[in-house]
């Protein structure tokens, strides 16, 4: 993996965090207009294209970019306010605050360093299992294949999660 496409996912990453926090900011917006209410009227405060439901006893906006954004509970919640959209909405308000500052500290240079690693190690992975059908040398063909997998630290157990 290349140093450029780390920094542009990282870029990217960021980007749609701020798009997913000026959805909730937006929310906000709206809410402070229409007195704190729950109710569809929020939608005249909100980009075209949003839509109000309840789904599962829970008040729903969605937005065009695809993202649910929940607004309280049906019989819990009875006014939106900043602090009640921080605790519904935590996916895009605290989540999204935190996820920013985040991929804004994280070391490029070291995830380049270890996915490329990891990525180097999974293709020799991959060789060596391909090898063992290749010779015959897998659980059908060789008796000490368990025996040979556990002395290398192969387990039962690691063995069924590949």
């Not at 980007?15 to 929020?42: P, Q, T, Y």
């Not at 065009?64 to 308000?93: A, F, Q």
């Not at 985040?102 to 293709?123: D, G, Y």
Request: hydrophobic share 35%; glycine share 6%.
């Amino acid at each position: 993996m290349e140093k450029l496409a780390i920094k542009r996912m990282i870029e990217t990453k960021i980007e749609e965090e701020k798009r997913d926090f000026s959805e909730f900011e937006l929310l906000v917006d709206a809410a402070e207009f229409d007195s704190g209410r729950i109710n569809k009227h929020l939608l005249k405060h909100l980009p075209e294209g949003c839509e109000y439901y309840i789904k599962y006893n829970m008040y729903y906006i969605k937005f065009p970019s695809g993202n649910e954004h929940l607004l309280g509970w049906v019989g819990t919640t009875k006014e939106l306010t900043v602090e009640s959209l921080r605790r519904s909405d935590s996916c895009y308000s605290n989540g999204s605050e935190g996820r920013i500052k985040q991929l804004e500290n994280i070391s490029e240079l070291k995830i380049h360093l270890v996915f490329n690693r990891l990525e180097a190690a999974i293709k020799e992975l991959k060789t060596a299992y391909g090898n063992i059908e290749k010779y015959d040398l897998d659980s059908h063909n060789n008796p000490l294949f368990y025996e040979l997998c556990d002395k290398i630290g192969l387990t039962d157990k690691i063995r069924h999660e590949f």
